[in-house]
């Protein structure tokens, strides 16, 4: 079993920045690929971004230049630094992890969540 620990969340000003964390613990034998999705009120869950184990990185369309992901492989932790937040970054904001067993299947584990908000 693994689990994802998401922290960093929290109200902050148009134009202002949040780091968000999330660590992986548990039964770990690879981890694929790790990121963010956020969800707001009656919205579906959307990407962020997303960074491989090699630090390929992937950027939804809405925080490319804004948002940047980066990852300590080490410590099974990966960031997520936002700039210049705007009211629509709004959301609840999952930590994702892409794991692999030594068998070579692969699965999926999500986090809790944590609340950002941006608001004046």
């Known amino acids: 079993q693994v689990q994802l620990v998401e922290s960093g969340g929290g109200l902050v000003q148009p134009g202002g920045s949040l780091r968000l964390s999330c660590a992986a613990s548990?039964?770990?034998?690879?981890?694929?690929?790790m990121g963010w999705y956020r969800q707001a009120p009656e919205k579906q869950r959307e990407l962020v971004a997303t960074?491989?184990?090699?630090?390929?990185?992937v950027y939804g369309d809405s925080v490319k230049g804004r948002f940047t992901i980066s990852r300590d492989n080490a410590k099974n932790t990966v960031y997520l630094q936002m700039t210049s937040l705007k009211p629509e970054d709004t959301a609840v904001y999952y930590c994702n992890a892409r794991l692999e067993r030594p068998t070579g299947t692969q699965f999926g584990s999500w986090g809790q969540g944590t609340q950002v908000t941006v608001s004046s």
């Open positions: 548990g039964s770990i034998f690879r981890i694929y690929a």
């Open positions: 960074v491989t184990s090699r630090g390929t990185t």
